[in-house]
C-alpha cells in the first residue's frame, strides 16, 4: 500500500493573489500555522497585468462611493472595506517600504510604476509571518471531512507525480509526490474569477466550490473590450479619440453613456471608459444581437454652438481645404475615414461645402455612430463577473454559510467594479476579513 504523508496546518489558503496573500499574511500574524497553496511557480502572476503593469492598487475614494461602484449589491462588501479601509491598504504598503502617488479619478499606483513592487512587499511579508508557500500546487480536490478539510492535487482517478516546489519559512527544499494530501481546519478560497486564464485564474475556484454545495451565478466578462461590425472603423487600428463622448443605445429609450479615449483595435474598440461600460453592454448584447454606440467627437460643443462655429469658419477660411481644416479638431489619422464614412469630398473648399454637407459634417462630429455586435471571450477580459452567490456568504466574516470552517475572498465571489482600483480593493479588503475571520476559534 502506498504511504500518503499528510501535512496539516490550522488554516489553508487556495490562490496567492492579492486576496490570498493578504488573507494569509493576517491569519499568520496571530500565529496561526498556515500555508499558501499556488498553483502558479509564483504568487500574484495578474498583479502584473493591472494597472498596464503599473498595478493600480486602490482609489481615494469614499467608503459610499467604493461600494457603489460595485452596483446594486455592492453593500455586501461594507463589512470587508470598513475592516481593511483604504487607508490600510496604503498604510500596509507604506509600512513595508513602498510608497504609493495618487493620479487622475483618485487611482492609487506604487510610487515605482511597477507592478513587481506590489509583488515584492506581499513576498516579503508572507517570509516575514512564516507562512509556508507550496508552488505549482493545483488543488484539484476540496473535501469536508469530520473537523477538518481535506485538499489534494490530484483527482481519485488520476494521480499527479509532478514534484511540487516548496518553500518553508526557514527552508526552500522539494517535497515528494507523496506529500500530495494536505489537511486544514479551515480553508480560505481565493482562487480568483475565469479571465486572462495564462495567469493561472481559471476558474478552478468555482468548481471546489460548486462541489460543496455553492451556487455559481453566471460568468461575465467585465472590463472587456467590444467587437464592432464596421469595416472603416476595422481600418483604424491603433488610432486613438482623445476625450469623446460615449453614448450606447438600445432599445427605445435605454442609454448608457461615458466620456474618456477610445482606442480602434483590429477587432473593434477598447479604452478605459469604454471597459468600465463594457460591464453594461455586456448584458445587453445577451439579449440582443447589436447595440449602437455614438461617439460625440466634441462633447464640450452643444450641437447648436457646433453649427455657428463651422458657419463662422467656413466663411472665415473659404478657401482653405475641409481636410486640412478638419485637422484643428479631429487626429490625423482620422480624418480620411471620417471624411469617407460622411461621405463629402476632403479636397473640397469650405466656401464650395453646402448647407445640407454642413449639417451632415456635425450630426457626425457629435453622432458618429459605431455597431457593437459583440465583445471578447471572457478568457480576454479583466476581471469575471459573476460567481459564488453573496447570498451564501456571510459579509461580516466571508465565511460560506454553506460550510462552516470555509472562507471565500476576492474575485471569485459574485459581483465586480469599473476599474479605477476597485476589484483589487476588493481582493484586499476580503482577504484581510477572511484572515482575521478565519483565526477566531
Same mark, same amino acid.
Given at each position: 500500500m502506498e504511504r500518503i504523508q499528510m501535512k496539516s496546518y490550522d488554516i489553508a489558503v487556495v490562490g496567492g493573489g492579492p486576496a490570498g496573500c493578504m488573507a494569509a499574511i493576517k491569519a499568520s500574524e496571530a500565529g496561526k500555522k498556515v500555508v499558501l497553496l499556488e498553483r502558479n511557480p509564483e504568487i500574484g502572476r495578474k498583479i502584473l497585468l493591472t494597472g498596464n503593469g503599473r498595478c493600480n492598487?486602490?482609489?481615494?475614494?469614499?467608503?459610499? +462611493? #467604493?461600494?457603489?461602484?460595485?452596483?446594486?449589491? +455592492?453593500?455586501?462588501?461594507?463589512?470587508a472595506f470598513s475592516s481593511f479601509t483604504i487607508t490600510d491598504l496604503v498604510n500596509f504598503f507604506q509600512e513595508s517600504g513602498l510608497e504609493v502617488k495618487e493620479e487622475d479619478g483618485g487611482r492609487i499606483f506604487p510610487i515605482t510604476n511597477r507592478s513587481q513592487s506590489v509583488i515584492d512587499v506581499l513576498r516579503a511579508q508572507l517570509k516575514k509571518h512564516k507562512v509556508t508557500i507550496i508552488y505549482n500546487?493545483?488543488?484539484?480536490?476540496?473535501?469536508?471531512?469530520?473537523?477538518?478539510?481535506? #485538499?489534494?492535487?490530484?483527482?481519485?482517478?488520476?494521480?499527479?507525480?509532478?514534484?511540487?516546489?516548496?518553500?518553508?519559512?526557514?527552508?526552500?527544499?522539494?517535497?515528494?509526490?507523496?506529500?500530495? #494530501?494536505?489537511?486544514?481546519?479551515?480553508?480560505?478560497?481565493?482562487?480568483?474569477?475565469?479571465?486572462?486564464?495564462?495567469?493561472?485564474?481559471?476558474?478552478? /475556484?468555482?468548481? %471546489?466550490?460548486?462541489?460543496? /454545495?455553492?451556487?455559481?451565478?453566471?460568468?461575465?466578462?467585465?472590463?472587456?473590450? #467590444?467587437?464592432?461590425?464596421e469595416n472603416w472603423a476595422l481600418s483604424l487600428q491603433g488610432v486613438v479619440l482623445k476625450k469623446v463622448g460615449l453614448t450606447f443605445r438600445h432599445g427605445k429609450q435605454g442609454k448608457i453613456k461615458g466620456e474618456g479615449d477610445i482606442l480602434f483595435t483590429h477587432f473593434g474598440v477598447s479604452g478605459p471608459t469604454l471597459l468600465d461600460l463594457s460591464q453594461e453592454v455586456v448584458k445587453i448584447l445577451?439579449?440582443?444581437?447589436?447595440?449602437?454606440?455614438?461617439?460625440?467627437?466634441?462633447?464640450?460643443?452643444?450641437?447648436?454652438?457646433?453649427?455657428?462655429?463651422l458657419l463662422s469658419d467656413f466663411k472665415k477660411h473659404s478657401k482653405r481645404d475641409l481636410q486640412n481644416y478638419l485637422r484643428s479638431y479631429l487626429p490625423l489619422g482620422f480624418i480620411k475615414t471620417f471624411m469617407e464614412v460622411v461621405d463629402i469630398d476632403p479636397h473640397k473648399k469650405l466656401n464650395q461645402v453646402n448647407r445640407k454637407e454642413r449639417?451632415?459634417?456635425?450630426?457626425?462630429?457629435? +453622432? %458618429?455612430?459605431?455597431?457593437?455586435s459583440g465583445h471578447l471571450p471572457l478568457s480576454r477580459a479583466m476581471v469575471t463577473c459573476g460567481g459564488v452567490s453573496k447570498n451564501e456568504i456571510d459579509p461580516?466574516?466571508?465565511?460560506?454559510?454553506?460550510?462552516?470552517?470555509?472562507?471565500?475572498?476576492?474575485?471569485?465571489?459574485?459581483?465586480?467594479?469599473?476599474? +479605477? /482600483?476597485?476589484?483589487?480593493?476588493q481582493a484586499f479588503s476580503t482577504g484581510f476579513l477572511a484572515g482575521a475571520s478565519a483565526i477566531i476559534d
Open positions: 492598487l486602490t482609489n481615494n475614494s469614499s467608503l459610499t +462611493g #467604493l461600494i457603489d461602484r460595485f452596483g446594486r449589491r +455592492g453593500s455586501f462588501f461594507r463589512s500546487y493545483r488543488v484539484k480536490e476540496l473535501r469536508k471531512m469530520d473537523g477538518y478539510f481535506q #485538499l489534494s492535487n490530484k483527482t481519485e482517478d488520476k494521480k499527479d507525480h509532478t514534484n511540487k516546489q516548496h518553500f518553508g519559512p526557514d527552508s526552500e527544499q522539494y517535497i515528494s509526490p507523496d506529500d500530495d #494530501l494536505i489537511q486544514a481546519t479551515r480553508v480560505i478560497l481565493s482562487t480568483g474569477g475565469a479571465s486572462y486564464p495564462k495567469t493561472g485564474s481559471t476558474g478552478d /475556484g468555482y468548481g %471546489l466550490a460548486q462541489k460543496l /454545495g455553492h451556487n455559481i451565478t453566471p460568468l461575465k466578462p467585465g472590463l472587456v473590450p #467590444l467587437k464592432i461590425k445577451d439579449k440582443e444581437a447589436e447595440v449602437k454606440l455614438y461617439l460625440d467627437l466634441m462633447p464640450t460643443v452643444p450641437r447648436e454652438q457646433l453649427e455657428d462655429i449639417l451632415k459634417l456635425a450630426d457626425n462630429i457629435k +453622432g %458618429l455612430k459605431i455597431t457593437v461580516q466574516t466571508m465565511e460560506s454559510r454553506l460550510i462552516p470552517g470555509l472562507y471565500l475572498a476576492g474575485e471569485i465571489i459574485a459581483g465586480c467594479a469599473p476599474s +479605477g /482600483g476597485y476589484n483589487l480593493q
